[in-house]
């Protein structure tokens, strides 16, 4: 297995390249993050106490886009920084890879199976239900139709080549008046906010007859999922070749949520059968004035930091609820919390990081909490796992790389820092979201401290 390591430099974020090590746009990474742990507490009198561990998180699969190629993808990776004369301890940014920009939860279609929608086949899965009663599946919200998911894997070439793509076929033999075909999910969004609702389309098969027109929109409801008012509502033709569509808009007061939504419009008075078969790729909805360059989800990480120090209190381990991913529906997507950091009058150890077997150790009296409970570090020492947390000493030790929270010192005014974040970028290349459990052919790893 060849290697290749994601070098930083001072100051964060950093911008790492995929085409520096031969990636290309529609290449997959699964993507693994420790955050870092928080350094332990220094003071002027004997209050002291251990930083805490960082927490680990996986997201299920990374798709590189073209932007990401052209311009590379922002990546976080900072350090607890020591207590010093009366400070508590520093605690570092939490480790991220790439941008959240995009609030739809599942852009790379995750969960698809081609077939008939209920006889087999199945629209991507299911991520969180931002309003109670609705989803955020895509899923036929009105009318009635047959639904096929046809084909979905990597735009091959082309315009939108290799933005994650979903074929869908809406037919019916005898469509009702003014009847609306709608493929559709929620995402949580607030009141009085400019968004954007963009996607890719192409017609691949079928045709548009005794079809009035297509639309997109942005379908905005509160909390109690009363309706406030369509936003973006943009009207688009399908052809033969891929085009991108987007609408732009305000949310009205009480939003909470809005319903994305992929439109066939039935004439008033419908004049024979329908059967189209339309190809949509990167799905996005931003917070934005104007379409950007596409953003892979759920592949966003962030693996949360220890906290920081307070007195002789020590630092709580950085927590898998404040991690991303966390949401099981995900294959392989995981999250645990690390260690706590001790509270010692006279100096405390550091927690251990989490990592992908398992949660970090607490520390206990000056000893440091060792990393995940599979293979982890010990106390003080760093392993590409999980590190340990440092001990109390009377020059504390730092907490162990990647991601342990530091020592507190016995007899002197300073702390220890917190160890390091980490990302490891495993590339699957040839993988798709739906050859996901293909055999591995290659595989290559980006580790970075």
């Known amino acids: 297995m060849a290697s290749a390591l994601l070098t930083t430099t001072s100051g964060s974020p950093q911008t790492w390249s995929p085409s520096a090590v031969g990636l290309q746009a529609g290449d997959c990474l699964v993507v693994e993050a420790w955050g870092p742990g928080s350094g332990g507490s220094g003071s002027s009198t004997s209050f002291r106490a251990g930083g805490a561990g960082g927490a680990y998180a996986k997201s299920p699969v990374y798709v590189l886009t073209p932007d990401n190629i052209a311009n590379g993808v922002p990546y976080t990776l900072t350090a607890g920084g020591a207590g010093t004369g009366a400070a508590n301890s520093g605690v570092g940014t939490n480790t991220s890879f790439a941008s959240a920009a995009n609030l739809v939860p599942n852009s790379i279609n995750l969960g698809a199976v081609v077939g008939t929608v209920g006889s087999g086949g199945v629209l991507p899965i299911a991520t969180t ?9 895509w899923r036929l919200w009105a009318g009635t139709c047959n639904v096929d998911v046809v084909n979905f894997g990597i735009v091959p070439g082309g315009t939108g080549v290799g933005l994650p793509f979903i074929d869908i076929r809406l037919y019916n033999a005898a469509p009702t008046a003014s009847d609306i075909l709608r493929i559709a999910f929620c995402v949580t969004v607030g009141a009085g906010l400019t968004i954007t609702n963009s996607v890719y389309h192409q017609l691949v098969g079928g045709s548009l007859s005794n079809i009035d027109h297509l639309a997109i929109a942005a379908s905005a409801f509160t909390a109690a999922a009363a309706y406030v008012g369509d936003v ?78 307070s007195g002789t209190t020590g630092g709580v381990g950085g927590l898998a609820s404040a991690c991303t991913p966390t949401n099981a529906v995900y294959t392989g997507a995981v999250a645990f919390s690390g260690g706590s950091g001790a509270t010692r009058t006279q100096g405390g150890g550091g927690g251990g990081s989490a990592g992908k ?69 495993t590339w699957l290349p040839l993988f798709t979201p739906n050859t996901l459990n293909a055999p591995m052919l290659q595989r290559v790893e980006m580790i970075a401290y």
């Open 129 to 137: 239900t931002p309003v109670s009663g609705f989803f955020s599946d």
């Open 232 to 309: 973006g509502d943009t009207n688009f033709t399908p052809a033969s070749t891929m085009a991108q569509v987007s609408g732009s808009g305000a949310t009205g007061a009480s939003t909470a949520a809005a319903v994305i939504s992929y439109n066939v419009f039935v004439p008033a008075v419908p004049t024979g059968a329908i059967d189209i078969t339309i190809r949509f790729a990167g799905a996005q909805f931003e917070i934005a004035g104007s379409a950007t360059a596409f953003k892979s989800t759920p592949g966003f990480t962030i693996a949360a930091a220890g906290s920081a120090t």
């Open 357 to 425: 077997d398992g949660a970090g150790g607490s520390s206990t009296t000056a000893t440091g909490g060792t990393g995940d409970n599979g293979s982890g570090g010990a106390a003080n020492t760093s392993n590409v796992e999980g590190g340990g947390g440092g001990t109390a000493a009377t020059t504390a030790n730092a907490g162990g790389a990647p991601g342990g929270g530091g020592g507190a010192a016995t007899t002197t005014n300073n702390g220890a820092a917190g160890g390091r974040g980490q990302i490891r970028l």
